[in-house]
């Protein structure tokens, strides 16, 4: 009898599958937080804490909504409710942060709920992305959406700033204050 060949022999090794909760105790990131009740409730908060900062009535509140491959209903509802609170109130303007992808759809959305609030403006949108196109000095809309009031186009670039290298964002804006009460 020979030796057996062992370098071909393929052992069968159970795998263990690891199944990790979305969301912990006391995390505070999780997809299990977007909801039409939870929008409300951050809406009442960034409501109070822009008055507590003393900011100007009129002022935009810029919701940060990353990308996401695909929007959740319940990612929606969100924003929606978020939208809906912030108008109602009467107090600030919602504004919005998205990327480039998901940008026109909610564009779509929130312009309904501003229309159904019966508010003649458009609402305000800081887009990020398309980058290979940005350049400082292009107006907003040539990240491809001609809604768009602010372009981020260049994000952590390090910049020396009186002796110091923060990593800094680079954006373009439609007006030299795009939260203000107003942009005329």
Known sequence: RGK????YVTKRVPV????????????????????APRG???ANDAIARTAAEG?????????????????????????MAWTRRVL???GYRPGFYAHTLNAASIYEDVKRVFDAAGVTDEPRFWV???????????????????FADIWQGVIDRMEERNGHKPPIDVNVAAS???SSVSTD
């Not at 057996?4 to 370098?7: A, M």
């Not at 263990?16 to 909801?35: D, E, I, W």
């Not at 900011?55 to 924003?79: Q, S």
């Open 4 to 7: 057996r060949d062992t370098r």
């Open 16 to 35: 263990k599958v690891l199944a990790q909760p979305r969301a912990t105790a006391g995390s505070t990131c999780s997809a299990h937080f977007v909801s």
């Open 40 to 42: 409300l409730a951050e």
């Open 55 to 79: 900011f100007a009535r009129g002022t935009v509140i810029f919701l940060d909504i990353e990308h996401m491959d695909v929007i959740p209903k319940a990612m929606r509802d969100y924003y």
């Open 88 to 90: 109602e109130d009467g």
């Open 128 to 146: 990020a992305g398309n980058t290979t196109e940005f350049a400082p000095g292009k107006p907003p809309s040539d990240v491809g959406h001609a």
């Open 176 to 178: 030299p204050s795009p």
